[in-house]
């Protein structure tokens, strides 16, 4: 919303400066995005006449011209290339050093081809008033010489710029930003703001209402009006806060709804049929607009219609079969109070914004409904002549004041604000509520009209999980508390916010936990980063395309609404943005030397639901230095990564199986996943499968994992029971096993552990064989058992014992022999 | 001393001397001093002479065996020294050459901003919530005060994804992190005292807006919880964040539906230059207020006897300001360059998050 001072001026007696109003309207709320100042922006252009033109000696276009303006620069040289530059023409004229904004150049004395040239004769279009420009502009001849060209032009009208929260319905006028600036204490609201038009003749129209949309609505036809260009102060006004001036009826409607906040709408009475305007539903079908746009209208929607159809969108738009036009003589003007919710949703059902529904779907004063008629009324006849009918209303205007009630106490109690309650009983009256009833201890008020955000009992939306009896307790006040809350909102802002005293926080009571989660994820972060990944933020959609190569896509994870056709799909693992990541660092020749490696920590959408995932992948090749050759990465990277945070996590290997039942976009013989159980599946490892790398043009080897951060589950804190020091040294004995290529190590690893679960301590693969010397099919498994004594040194005999159950266990539970 | 002593003598300080490596001088012990060595064996040899003669052989015996051994051992540790510094010499390397560092990854800026914040809110008492990215309506909307035809709810630019079942309306992707406080206050029973970080989604794609993109949200509810105290706790947290112990911090009255009194938060800084804390102008950073009884009574909570304040932020807009980065887009677009240069070590010293 913009205004000018000298429209605020006009509703607002004050003395403030600029800077004091912009000051105190952020603090009371009505937020200040811009101020446009021209007298700054235009400073140092002035008046000036031409003495005398004459061609530039040698340049045929430019010519030289003596030029006046005013004190200090009476008789000086301009060059001008302008074809309109004349004797004894009045220009605008800009001495050195001043900024041109239409250019943004600063003007500087100099020559121009030779010739002095001690400033600039400007047009519009530099001042950056006007579009075109046809040369230099050209002023009255009565115009003064050497007057600030601001002043000459009555330009030095500040406009402030303000963003009105959507519940402020009632300061999208200038007269409703003035009354909130009087209550604030800067001046204040002029009175006798309306004129009452006696209307002559008989009322040649009626009004019928049959939409519960329409709650009051009046009209009145003025005949014998000369439409045309408004007068320029009117345009001025109107072009100041950024509207373009049409035509004088439609001028005054736009003005009057600026000034006054009600949208007004004006008919070409000869182009209405019948003598019944009807507020009716929309018969189904199309509806052509001012704007130029067919709109397909339900039967929902609220039009007013004449005898042959809709001619307007009530309080939205007008229909372009009633609009005026410069031919325009009779015009019938209405102003409505329409319902804000019917507005709303006609509005946006149609994506049609104006201003009118702006207003309208915000709530309009239902009380400036006439007086707005009246005030269009009065300028239309002062401006474009004619003569006023009777005014014709339909309808009730809504009178009801609702009552709000604030007990002074919460004045310190909810906001910690220190006042005296007269003073804020003040405030509240200054905005125009009206003290019903008051005693020491509170005082409850009538809310004025056009303040639709005030104690406006909403319905509740209380979950449905509530039991009857706490939803029934929660509610019960629900409405006198809002209200109440309302009064100390609008006290606390024109007392200023900055009055209320910060405190500090009692300590928490009995808080509950912090969630695992969120414990967990800087731990994880950091060892992953520490392991050489680096973290990457992605976007949760991805192109449905993408997102199909990794599963089934639901397409209920589809965006009814997506931004762009490439972010359509959510994504159903954070693998498709990090392998398109990996894509384009790699093609931008970044990640070499191991640094082609990325995690993300972020929601993965599918078949369980938004669930939190760690995934990762590691691609390009490792650095190359003296004795090391460049490796691509591999499965085990994955695998190694993986168990690293589950072991971070407190699940360690050994409770853990793997399972090579990995998802379909791995590689289906290097992949896996890990398992708690035989059911809980915690995370999957693996190798790219070829058939994505060469979707994703990934060339090499790519290692990737995931985890689902919320199944891994939180380990049980136990006191920890007092270590095993024992004085006894470990024994180390290795084992060869010749095992068919079917058997895996997990089995024969998991043999040999339970071949002695209280001596053995630790199992390890040191190593694999595969060659000729060993029967085809067969592989050697070199293991190396760790043995930890616990109260004696073993003997041969319980050594040679150990080993014969070694034997047996990888024996029977895999068929794998000892080598011997 | 006898001759063939003499001979002995000489030989083996002979041998001592032209043995180099450890086993040749292992060799000249065994064969003068080893159980058949030479000397050994005139030892043993001793018994044979007569009573007079053994007496003085044995006395130039002995005094020969005590001069060999310590003779044999100081050749010993010579050559243990020769052996250590030639292997010294053939082991040298040029240490010139540069250190095999393991690739090291990064933390990224949104993930550190919001740990930050969540230390400094944990320094209030505040703990970490979480709630999904889909929401039902209700609970990104409805229960936050913000009814179908509201303007508000217009505003947004909503993502709707299809329903959940048939008989269900369509869900959103979540506007804010609000959500999470609905889902709090129905499951949790006051005093609360969380902040909500988490991803939001609104359909807007521009130089300075994402799609998607984080918030950091917090809600207090107590009985005696007053706007007093949401002004301390967000002026102590903005000036802890930002390190400036004097940032100007300036409360606006606003509107929010889902809070009553409501206001946006601004920190003092120059437009011209970009420092916080400098210059005449404002900053919005936050926006805030105290809940509105109608949240709490959606929630279950009666208002008549609980109260409190929320609170919400864009978290890279906040870390955008504290670290001096340009482009919103840049967050997401995982330019290997970029997460170098904005990303935090993994070390980084965690009680500096926030300065204080």
Redesign the interface.
């Known amino acids: 919303m913009k205004f000018s001072l000298s429209w605020l001026r006009d509703h607002l007696d004050y003395t403030a400066s600029l800077e004091e109003i912009c000051t105190i309207l952020?603090?009371?709320?009505l937020?200040v995005e811009s101020v446009d100042e021209p007298a700054k922006r235009l400073a140092g252009f002035r008046t000036a006449k031409i003495l005398e033109a004459s061609r530039h000696p040698d340049a045929d276009r430019l010519q030289l011209c003596r030029v006046n303006a005013g004190p200090g620069f009476e008789n000086i040289q301009v060059v001008c290339g302008a074809p309109n530059a004349r004797a004894d023409l009045h220009v605008i004229f800009a001495p050195p050093g001043t900024y041109i904004p239409g250019s943004d150049i600063t003007i500087k004395a100099g020559k121009i081809r030779g010739q002095k040239s001690e400033g600039m004769l400007c047009s519009l279009r530099e001042l950056g008033l006007g579009e075109e420009s046809n040369g230099i502009a050209e002023l009255s001849c009565t115009a003064p010489i050497g007057m600030d060209y601001v002043d000459y032009a009555k330009l030095d009208d500040p406009v402030v710029e303000i963003a009105i929260?959507?519940?402020?319905g009632d300061a999208l006028s200038v007269r409703g930003i003035a009354r909130d600036l009087g209550a604030a204490g800067l001046g204040r609201l002029k009175t006798g703001l309306i004129e009452t038009i006696e209307g002559k003749g008989n009322p040649d129209r009626q009004w019928k209402i049959d939409h519960h949309g329409c709650i009051f609505v009046t009209g009145r036809l003025i005949r014998g009006v000369r439409n045309g260009p408004s007068p320029e102060w009117l345009q001025r006004r109107l072009e100041s806060v950024g509207l373009t001036p049409r035509s004088l009826l439609v001028d005054v409607t736009n003005y009057i709804m600026l000034a006054l906040g009600q949208p007004l709408h004006a008919f070409d009475a000869t182009k209405l049929s019948g003598n019944v305007l009807h507020v009716t539903h929309a018969c189904p079908g199309e509806f052509l607009a001012l704007d130029g746009k067919e709109y397909v209208l339900t039967g929902e929607d609220m039009v007013i219609a004449d005898h042959q159809g809709a001619v307007s969108l009530a309080g939205i738009i007008g229909g372009q079969n009633s609009a005026v036009d410069e031919n325009t003589t009779d015009v019938f003007l209405e102003a409505a109070y329409f319902d804000?919710?019917r507005v709303?949703?006609t509005g946006?059902r149609l994506g049609v914004q104006t201003d009118a529904r702006y207003r309208f779907?915000?709530g309009v004063d239902p009380s400036m409904v006439r007086f707005a008629l009246e005030e269009a009324t009065a300028l239309i006849l002062s401006l474009g002549g004619g003569e006023a009918g009777p005014v014709v209303e339909a309808g009730k205007e809504p009178q009801t004041r609702r009552r709000a009630t604030l007990r002074f106490e919460r004045l310190?109690?909810?906001?910690?604000?220190d006042m005296d309650p007269a003073e804020a009983v003040r405030y509240l009256e200054h905005l125009g509520f009206e003290v019903a009833d008051r005693d020491d201890e509170k005082a409850t008020f009538l809310v004025p009209l056009w303040r639709h955000d005030v104690a406006a009992a909403?319905?509740?939306?209380?979950?449905l999980?509530?039991?009857e009896e706490?939803?029934r307790?929660?509610?019960?006040?629900?409405n006198a508390?809002?209200a109440e809350?309302?009064l100390?909102?609008e006290v606390?802002?024109l007392k200023g916010?900055?009055h209320?005293?910060?405190?500090?926080?009692?300590?928490?009571?009995?808080?509950?936990?912090?969630?695992v989660?969120?414990e967990r994820?800087?731990v994880v972060?950091?060892l992953?980063?520490?392991?050489?990944?680096?973290?990457?933020?992605?976007?949760?959609?991805v192109s449905g395309q993408d997102a199909a190569l990794f599963e089934e896509i639901e397409?209920?994870?589809?965006?009814?609404?997506?931004?762009?056709a490439d972010?359509d799909q959510?994504r159903p693992t954070a693998l498709v943005?990090l392998l398109r990541?990996l894509e384009?660092?790699l093609a931008?020749g970044?990640?070499q030397?191991?640094?082609?490696?990325?995690?993300e920590?972020?929601?993965a959408?599918g078949r369980n639901?938004?669930r939190t995932l760690l995934a990762a992948v590691r691609g390009g090749v490792t650095?190359r230095?003296?004795g090391h050759a460049a490796q691509e990465p591999c499965w085990l990277d994955a695998k190694s990564d993986l168990m690293a945070v589950l072991e971070e996590l407190g699940m360690p290997e050994a409770s853990l199986s793997t399972t090579a039942d990995a998802p379909s976009y791995y590689h289906p013989g290097r992949s896996g996943q890990l398992r708690q159980g035989p059911k809980l599946v915690l995370g999957s490892f693996g190798e790219l499968h070829p058939r994505l790398a060469q979707i994703f043009n990934l060339t090499g080897r790519v290692a990737m994992f995931e985890l689902d951060l919320e199944r891994v589950p939180q380990p049980k804190v136990k006191r920890k029971s007092a270590p095993d020091l024992s004085s006894l040294q470990p024994v180390r004995r290795d084992f060869a096993f010749l095992a068919g290529a079917d058997v895996a190590v997990q089995d024969v690893i998991r043999a040999v552990r339970m071949a002695d679960r209280k001596l053995i301590s630790d199992v390890r693969l040191f190593d694999v064989y595969e060659g000729d010397k060993l029967p085809e099919g067969y592989r050697s498994l070199g293991i190396e058992v760790t043995l930890q004594p616990k109260e004696e040194s073993l003997t041969d005999q319980q050594l040679e014992a150990l080993a014969l159950a070694v034997e047996q266990s990888v024996q029977k539970a895999t068929g794998a022999s000892l080598r011997r | 001393m006898a001759n063939d002593l003499e001979a002995l003598r000489h030989e083996t300080l002979q041998a001592l001397k032209e043995a180099v490596t450890r086993s040749e001088w292992d060799a000249v012990r065994v064969g003068v001093l080893g159980r058949s060595g030479k000397l050994t064996m005139l030892l043993r040899q001793l018994g044979q002479c007569s009573p007079e003669e053994r007496k003085a052989r044995g006395q130039e015996l002995n005094r020969l065996r005590d001069e060999l051994t310590s003779l044999v051992e100081q050749r010993g540790k010579e050559i243990e020294e020769l052996a250590l510094q030639s292997r010294l010499e053939a082991e040298r390397v040029d240490v010139t050459r540069p250190p095999v560092l393991a690739p090291q990854g990064l933390i990224h800026p949104i993930s550190r901003t919001i740990e930050e914040m969540t230390i400094l809110f944990a320094k209030m008492g505040f703990n970490v919530a979480e709630g999904p990215d889909i929401e039902t309506q209700w609970h990104n909307f409805s229960a936050l005060n913000t009814p179908d035809h509201h303007p508000a709810r217009t505003e947004q630019d909503t993502f709707y994804l299809p329903p959940a079942n048939d008989d269900s309306e369509a869900q959103v992707l979540r506007t804010q992190t609000s959500g999470v406080q609905i889902r709090t206050m129905l499951t949790q029973s006051p005093p609360i005292r969380i902040i909500a970080p988490g991803r939001t989604y609104r359909a807007d794609h521009d130089a300075t807006h994402s799609p998607m993109f984080h918030q950091c949200e917090g809600l207090v509810i107590d009985r005696d919880v007053t706007l007093g105290h949401l002004k301390y706790c967000l002026i102590e947290f903005l000036r802890a964040f930002f390190d400036k112990p004097d940032l100007p911090v300036r409360f606006r009255p606003s509107y929010f539906p889902f809070t009553e009194p409501s206001m946006e938060v601004d920190i003092g800084w120059s437009r011209q230059s970009g420092e916080l804390g400098a210059g005449a102008d404002w900053l919005e950073v936050l926006g805030s207020g105290m809940v509105n009884p109608r949240v709490l009574a959606n929630c279950g909570l009666d208002p008549s006897e609980w109260q409190g304040f929320a609170f919400g932020m864009g978290i890279e807009r906040l870390a955008m300001l504290k670290n001096g980065i340009a482009d919103l887009r840049s967050f997401y677009e995982s330019d290997l360059r970029w997460l170098r240069h904005y990303g935090f070590p993994v070390l980084s010293d965690i009680a500096a998050m926030g300065g204080r």
């Open positions: 952020n603090n009371i709320g937020e929260t959507p519940n402020r804000a919710v709303a949703l946006r779907e915000r310190k109690t909810l906001a910690g604000l909403q319905p509740l939306a209380q979950a999980s509530l039991s706490l939803a307790k929660a509610a019960h006040h629900v508390l809002e809350c309302d100390v909102e606390l802002r916010l900055f209320v005293a910060p405190v500090p926080l009692p300590p928490v009571g009995n808080a509950a936990a912090p969630s989660l969120s994820l800087p972060r950091r992953c980063a520490g392991r050489g990944l680096m973290e990457t933020v992605g976007f949760s959609f397409t209920r994870e589809r965006l009814v609404n997506p931004i762009a972010l959510l943005n990541t384009r660092n931008r970044l990640g030397n191991g640094e082609a490696a990325f995690f920590i972020g929601p959408f639901g938004n650095a230095y003296p």
